[in-house]
């Protein structure tokens, strides 16, 4: 063999293990502008062949032709293999799984524990037929106590009861009966309710009100929800049943209701109304231990009601409330007791503190 055949040769297997070893299409590009670009000794090399003397030229140019042929083949089968595989790798790598479930979306917000509390108390009594009214959340002397037959000397018209609102003519007259006051309780709308329509009449009254108290079990705001139902022939039996009815909706089947007697200035008689513990059995839970809920008495308080005084129909007979013809029960809960006692919640001010991991609970 020649030097120059052996020249090619040598410079073939240099090509070959440059394009065995590139790893990506990329290096072998590389590889192949340096064994066969322009500038590369083997095409070089051939354009030398027309100088050499003619006993050389046609074996030098055969071998040359011959191995950069070899060559390209070379290239041409590496680079399919290798663009194969960057496909490959390509393909999985950007593959989607169209079978997988879309990311979740971002979760909405929801009802606050009042306001779910709110629309399941409601419930109860719309199926019972009652309205849902609203009313003032200022209000008056006149409609918060006067009209609830509240005598004057009763505490809670007392300032360190009862928000009065200044009015900018110097401390306010806690006994006009005009003088604004933030309502106290929802009972107001007892009266505005018959005002506005005569009776039969079957209301619940939901709404914020306001006190002057502030620890783990009372704000200076909260919600209530009144009830009034004025009709002919009713009787506590009436509001027994009604309690009772709405106590197994909210509380359970199980539940029983008890009126122990009480006092408010616009019912009479007047009730506060307890609901069987639906914690325990008697006082004691399952593993032998006083109640925590009911403090081992076996009920838990939830409202106040009673017949209404006829002298708060009095104050409305203008209106059709005649107390020898129709009379009635009003009741007013808490909202956020009710929660309180469906959810175990241990602190009021835990509803008002916006944390979202206790409203992410309910
Ligand atoms: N208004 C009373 C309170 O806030 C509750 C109540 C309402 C009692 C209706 C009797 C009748 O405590």
Redesign the pocket.
Same mark, same amino acid.
Request: glycine share 20%; no cysteine.
């Given at each position: 063999m020649s030097e120059m055949t052996e020249r090619i040769a040598a410079l073939e297997r240099a090509a070959r293990e440059a394009i065995d070893a590139a790893a990506t299409t990329l290096e072998l590009e590389d590889a192949r502008v340096s064994h066969l670009g322009r500038r590369a000794p083997l095409p070089n090399l051939l354009r030398g062949v027309a100088e050499l003397d003619p006993a050389q030229r046609a074996q030098v140019g055969r071998a040359a032709n011959e191995a950069r042929r070899a060559l390209e083949e070379a290239i041409e089968r590496r680079g399919g293999d290798l663009a194969q595989a960057e496909l490959r790798a390509r393909l999985i790598a950007e593959g989607v799984d169209v079978t997988l479930d879309a990311d979740p979306l971002p979760a909405v917000g929801r009802l606050h524990l009042i306001t779910q509390t709110r629309r399941e108390i409601e419930d109860v009594f719309v199926a019972l037929g009652y309205d849902v009214v609203e009313g003032p959340e200022v209000e008056t002397v006149h409609y918060n106590f006067d009209a609830l037959n509240h005598a004057p000397t009763h505490p809670s018209r007392l300032p360190t009861d009862t928000f009065y609102i200044d009015t900018g003519s110097g401390s306010p007259d806690i006994f006009a009966p005009d003088t604004p006051l933030l309502r106290?309780?929802? *009972?107001p709308m007892?009266v505005r309710a018959m005002e506005a329509q005569p009776p039969p009449i079957y209301v619940i009254v939901p709404g914020r009100?306001f006190r002057p108290d502030s620890d783990a079990t009372h704000t200076p705001q909260f919600h209530?929800i009144?009830?009034?139902a004025i009709d002919t022939d009713i009787t506590l039996a009436d509001l027994k049943g009604t309690l009772l009815t709405f106590a197994r909706a909210i509380f359970g089947e199980q539940r029983e209701v008890r009126l122990r007697p009480h006092f408010?200035p616009?019912?009479e008689p *007047?009730v506060e109304v307890d609901v069987s513990c639906f914690h325990c059995t008697g006082g004691v839970t399952p593993d032998g231990q006083r109640c925590p809920l009911c403090k081992g008495t076996a009920w838990i308080e939830i409202?106040? *009601?009673?017949m209404?005084d006829p002298n708060v129909l009095l104050a409305v007979s203008d209106h059709g409330y005649d107390p020898e013809r129709v009379q009635g029960?009003?009741?007013?809960?808490?909202i956020e007791r009710i929660a309180m006692l469906k959810h175990g919640v241990p602190d009021l001010r835990l509803l008002y503190d916006n944390d979202i991991r206790l409203l992410e609970q309910f």
């Open positions: 106290v309780h929802t *009972s007892q009100v209530q009144e009830g009034l408010f616009f019912t *007047s409202l106040g *009601s009673g209404v029960f009003a009741f007013g809960m808490g």
